[in-house]
């Protein structure tokens, strides 16, 4: 763990750090810029308690809350737990074991990256529901289907929700895996260890920072979820919210109901850091070629099939159905504009994922080089805006921005000239927004990879010379390869599948892919969706190949 | 801090270049009413007269949102919505303006549109029963309300009570009932269901045909675009509510206001018009298998072999207002 160093800057005991002068050094300056972004939208969220919606709360006290809260906590307690099975029992098993299909498998694993969870839902629903082809298909050959578990329970949105989100947590262990490589696992067994208790008494505790990193991923995005928990009209915290402000018009009671998700996920991190500050997590550099684990026979055919059965419902079956959807609709449906469509998203997905990196590697160095309790706090709150439900967070930016535009407008009529509006409708604000929504996923991942640069690397970097940006730029980036193209990756997928963001602060005519996937769904027109989404789907699935072929070599 | 100061420079340099300017001949338009639906129409009225019309989609909350934070400078004219909840809102919270127009006033019937002519409907659409022709024999059917007897226990599938067409139907059952006796009515909806309720119309007509069901409640353009994927669907609607004491079927509508803060309110009125003259209401109804709103118009065929029904003439201007009480009616009946 990197964060004994020493600086030089560090604020006097005491004191307030953001009073004392010297706490402003240029990298904690553009930290506390990027924090500042976030700070606003979360500001405005927050704000809303100034007129309590009174009237609304006792209604959600008194009818719903008791099913919300049990909801969602089955939710993120579920989907967690599955998720760390599902991700980490497969990282390892493709980091560390040998397996027929292993290598495929490797990348194979991740592409349900790329599948968005509301079309993971709408489309396993179809097909598992009573009306569906599996229940249809029982009830010809048997006569009832009625022993067929509800789909539409607790456990489908669990289980959906799990398929579609587990790779976060099997990226980020994968990353650990790897580079622990079996030495770690063979020191343990001469210490007289047999396999499954060294694995869970060294390897697994080794690798919790980059575990613990992909699961609060996934409980923010499990907690922020709306499009899939709506299809299953599972009631969650974020369909509250969006009943307080469509059903009873209350943008306050729902920027209330949000701003009590934030905190939760901030007692969620920082419980999360305390727990881990007390371990260190220094790596042994990686052999060479690692050798792996030769599972014996039988064991090898389970992995196997274990492997595939994940990878069928989490991708390719629901792919299947989509094609065949698109396949129905294709002559009708197609024209240029989806290219034009296609164009849109992939620039603001390069462009959100490339200015993400770059500020979640600013922060992630930062936190290394400044590990005060300050200047940790500035970085946890950066990376907030991943809990927030997208359109909440869309109305916290775009109403500060209206409001910055309407001064400046006010401003240039009282010098006598007119202008349109300047921020709002511009590719600056969408780019903005991006960042405060997804710069957890770009920091977690960067952060991760950072743990693997060893204080002792530090040290003979610095004896050599090299400080700040020239120490950033020689020294770590080369280590931290890998964990900026997966950062980069997950972050380009997200964007791209964004759709609330998108919805609200996109210029006219900046229609992407996931637009025209909610144009259609929200009339209904399901497999009319499913020619943007293939498309959607087809477009993640390049940088995740690129990434899985890269990482591999 | 070289690099903030250059972007903070950069922003001010490009940002007016990206920004919207408005030019004479142009309408900008909030939308709703999704792409696929209302892009024809532009198109068709850009080529008829000539001016150019600009379009951003997004959900209701979010546009009205827009609009509100925009104030006195939004560059929208036009705003087109589904729902007259969702336009009463809008009117209410000030964001629509008054329109004296003589065409619209007899291209849209009164209960169609705002008292104060802040918005008109454009297209109608009916939230009416839909029920299995194999198992439910029509006779058996009458009012909404009577779902909730005793010979449905088990038989009847509901679509979510988020979605706002439910709140609408609950809010004209409030205007013709009053709280208490609606509440009875949803909760012996909700004693009868055969599922927990759907998230869309078309998945409680597929669970209907089934046989996870037999009735449900559904708005007629769902049905209109099962039929025409699946033209052997066993599935058959029924006008409810037809009796000579009683209300009507329900409906609705999606319509448009010119905004308070229009730059082009003249332009935006004539589109409006445009949109409810004859030449345009097909156009905008049949793109969706809806009603039009304009009486001298007839349906699509395909629409018009569902048959005649009275409708409803409950002021859509009031399901806006009740809207929050049928919301909270519903959750205290457990209609999820």
Redesign the interface.
Do not use: C
């Given at each position: 763990m990197p964060r004994h160093s020493t600086t030089r800057t560090a604020p006097r005991r005491g004191a307030v750090p953001f009073l004392n002068r010297g706490f402003y050094t240029?990298w904690r300056?553009?930290t506390l810029?990027i924090a500042l972004l976030v700070i606003i939208p979360l500001s405005v969220v927050f704000f809303s308690w100034h007129d309590p919606a009174r009237e609304i709360w006792q209604?959600i006290t008194e009818?719903?809350l008791g099913n919300l809260l049990r909801n969602t906590f089955w939710l993120v307690t579920g989907v967690s737990t599955g998720t760390i099975l599902l991700g980490v029992s497969l990282a390892w098993l493709t980091a560390v074991c040998e397996f027929p299909g292993r290598r495929f498998f490797t990348w194979a694993l991740l592409l349900p990256l790329a599948m968005p969870a509301y079309v993971l839902a709408f489309v396993s629903?179809g097909l598992f529901?009573?009306?569906g082809p599996v229940?249809?298909w029982l009830r010809a050959w048997f006569g009832s289907s009625s022993w067929f578990p509800?789909v539409?329970a607790t456990g489908g949105v669990v289980t959906i929700l799990t398929l579609a989100l587990y790779p976060y947590v099997y990226l980020l262990s994968r990353n650990a895996f790897q580079t622990q490589g079996k030495r770690l696992l063979e020191a343990a067994e001469s210490l007289g260890c047999g396999p499954w208790r060294a694995f869970f008494l060294v390897v697994l505790p080794m690798a919790r920072p980059w575990i613990a990193g992909g699961t609060l991923l996934v409980i923010m995005e499990a907690l922020a979820d709306f499009g899939a928990v709506?299809?299953?009209?599972y009631?969650t915290f974020t369909?509250a919210i969006?009943?307080a402000?469509?059903?009873?018009?209350s943008?306050p009671a729902a920027a209330q109901l949000a701003s009590c998700l934030v905190l939760l996920v901030f007692f969620i991190i920082v419980a999360e850091q305390r727990m881990r500050s007390r371990m260190r997590f220094s790596e042994s550099r990686q052999s060479a070629k690692s050798e792996r684990i030769l599972l014996d026979r039988r064991w090898r055919w389970l992995a196997f099939a274990y492997a595939t059965t994940v990878l069928s419902f989490a991708f390719l079956l629901p792919l299947l159905q989509l094609l065949r959807w698109s396949l129905n609709i294709f002559h009708q449906e197609f024209t240029s504009r989806y290219l034009a469509l296609l164009g849109h998203s992939l620039l603001l997905g390069l462009s959100a994922a490339l200015l993400i990196c770059a500020c979640a590697l600013l922060l992630a160095y930062t936190a290394r080089r400044h590990p005060d309790a300050a200047t940790c706090a500035l970085v946890r709150t950066a990376n907030l805006g991943y809990a927030l439900p997208g359109?909440v967070l869309?109305?916290g930016i775009?109403?500060p921005v209206?409001?910055l535009?309407?001064s400046v407008?006010s401003l240039g009529r009282l010098f006598g000239f007119e202008?349109?509006?300047?921020?709002?409708?511009?590719?600056?604000i969408m780019l903005v927004a991006y960042l405060v929504r997804f710069m957890a996923a770009g920091f977690k991942t960067i952060d991760g990879a950072m743990h693997r640069v060893t204080p002792s690397i530090d040290e003979a970097a610095r004896l050599a010379g090299l400080r700040g940006l020239k120490l950033l730029g020689r020294v770590h980036l080369p280590i931290l390869r890998n964990g900026l193209l997966s950062a980069f990756t997950l972050v380009f997928v997200d964007v791209m599948k964004e759709m609330?963001i998108t919805?609200?602060t996109?210029?006219?005519?900046w229609?992407t892919l996931a637009?025209?996937i909610f144009?259609?769904t929200?009339?209904?027109?399901?497999e009319?969706a499913a020619l943007p989404a293939v498309t959607l789907l087809l477009t993640g699935l390049v940088p995740i190949i690129l990434l899985m072929r890269n990482s591999e070599s | 801090m070289k690099i903030v100061k250059t972007l903070l420079l950069l922003t001010v340099l490009i940002a007016p270049v990206c920004g919207s300017f408005a030019v004479a001949e142009e309408i900008v338009v909030y939308s709703a009413r999704n792409e696929h639906l209302i892009q024809p129409l532009f198109e068709a009225y850009t080529k008829e007269t000539g001016v150019a019309i600009k379009f951003v989609t997004d959900k209701e909350g979010p546009l009205l949102q827009r609009l509100k934070s925009e104030g006195a400078n939004t560059p929208a004219d036009l705003l087109i919505t589904v729902d007259a909840g969702n336009l009463w809102h809008a009117a209410s919270e000030g964001l629509l303006r008054p329109v004296d127009s003589k065409v619209l006033a007899a291209n849209v019937p009164a209960n169609l549109r705002d008292v104060e002519n802040r918005w008109f409907g454009l297209s109608l659409r009916a939230r009416t029963i839909v029920y299995c022709t194999e198992r439910v024999k029509p006779e058996l059917l009458s009012t909404y309300a009577a779902l909730g007897e005793e010979s449905w226990k088990g038989r009847l599938i509901l679509r979510t009570s988020k979605k706002v067409y439910n709140q609408s139907l609950v809010a004209m059952l409030i205007a013709e009932f009053g709280e208490e006796k609606t509440e009875q009515i949803v909760r012996s909806w909700v004693a009868n269901l055969a599922t927990e309720p759907s998230s869309n119309d078309t998945q409680v007509m597929e669970a209907i045909a089934a046989g996870q069901g037999d009735v449900g409640i559904v708005n007629t353009y769902y049905f209109g675009r099962l039929l025409e994927k699946n033209p052997d669907l066993k599935l058959a609607l029924f006008w409810p509510n037809q009796g000579a004491a009683q209300s009507g079927v329900h409906v609705n509508v999606s319509g448009a206001g010119v905004t308070k803060h229009a730059k082009h309110p003249a332009a935006a009125v004539k589109f409006l018009e445009w949109l409810s003259s004859e030449k345009a209401q097909n156009l905008f109804a049949d793109a969706n298998l809806e009603y039009p709103v304009n009486p001298k118009v007839a349906a699509n065929p395909e629409v018009a072999a569902w048959g005649k029904f009275t409708a409803s003439p409950f002021n859509l201007t009031q399901a806006g207002a009740l809207q929050g009480a049928a919301i909270r009616l519903m959750d205290r009946s457990g209609y999820r």
């Open positions: 240029g300056i553009a810029f209604h009818t719903l629903l529901d009573y009306a229940q249809t509800d539409r709506s299809i299953f009209n009631d369909t969006y009943k402000w469509f059903g009873f018009f943008l359109t869309a109305v775009f109403i209206a409001a535009d309407n407008i202008t349109g509006q300047i921020f709002q409708g511009t590719l600056l609330p919805l609200m996109r210029p006219f005519g229609d637009v025209k144009e259609l929200s009339e209904g027109e399901w009319r | -």
